[in-house]
């Protein structure tokens, strides 16, 4: 179990950009949730898969962010025509639907820093 | 919807003092209840969480957390903190079977020697 991973871990780029992240969950489960950070605030909930299916999207997901999960593993988040106010930590987390308390339990990626200039 | 508060932006405490972090939830529905912590350049790391059952909840690291429907709280508390529990602390809720999280702004606990 090599938890949840997150790539990059930085990105600088400038504003009218595109920009993707990746998410790879735990390997065994089977539900992926996006969060968005920024700074002193708590992450705030962006959408969420279970499996393929994306189940839910907060109305913070503007038209210009789309997110994937196409075979049921990994996830992306992409970002068209960033804008400074994109600039945040993104969090990527995983976990898995089913008995026991566990289920609930949500596990957190280092996330991805994105910074647009 | 559920709202989440934490009514104390940075916590200053002495090494081997006790400390009480406060979250306050707001709800209509049954909740779940979560506390997380973030070290530094780091992801959220499960504290502990109230689903069900007992309202005093023990997790990692000696961290404990009791749960007040009447009050609608559910404060974090450690009887000895050590320098290397310095990091953000956030509570966070969730609707009764029901799995996306609602954060609070975070506590920054500052430990010194």
Not at chain 1, 85 to 100: E, K, Q, R, T, W
Not at chain 1, 101 to 114: A, D, H, K, V
Not at chain 2, 49 to 57: A, D, F, Q
Not at chain 2, 77 to 88: C, G, L, N, Q, W
Request: net charge neutral; hydrophobic share 30%.
């Amino acid at each position: 179990d090599t938890g949840v991973s997150q790539n990059p871990r930085h990105k600088i780029t400038k504003r009218g950009q595109n920009v993707t992240f990746r998410c790879d969950p735990i390997s065994e489960h089977n539900r992926l949730y996006w969060y968005r950070q920024t700074l002193g605030q708590g992450p705030e909930f962006l959408t969420y898969f279970q499996n393929e299916a994306q189940l839910e999207k907060s109305r913070l997901l503007s038209d210009r962010f789309s997110a994937e999960r196409p075979k049921g593993s990994f996830s992306t988040l992409e970002i068209q025509r960033t804008e400074q106010g994109d600039s945040a930590m993104y969090l990527c987390a995983s976990s898995l639907v089913g008995s026991g308390r566990n289920r609930y339990e949500q596990y957190f990626g280092p996330g991805t820093r994105l910074t647009v200039t | 919807a559920q709202s989440v508060t934490q009514l104390d932006s940075q916590v200053p405490v002495f090494e081997e003092a006790p400390v009480e972090l406060r979250c306050n939830y707001s709800s209509s529905v049954s909740v779940y209840l979560f506390w997380y912590v973030q070290y530094p350049n780091q992801g959220l790391q499960l504290l502990l969480k109230y689903l069900s059952g007992s309202t005093l909840v023990k997790g990692i690291n000696g961290f404990e957390a009791e749960f007040n429907k009447s009050q609608t709280s559910f404060h974090l508390r450690k009887p000895s903190v050590h320098i290397s529990d310095t990091a953000e602390y956030f509570c966070a809720v969730s609707e009764a079977g029901y799995s996306t999280l609602t954060f609070g702004k975070g506590t920054m606990l500052l430990v010194s020697p």
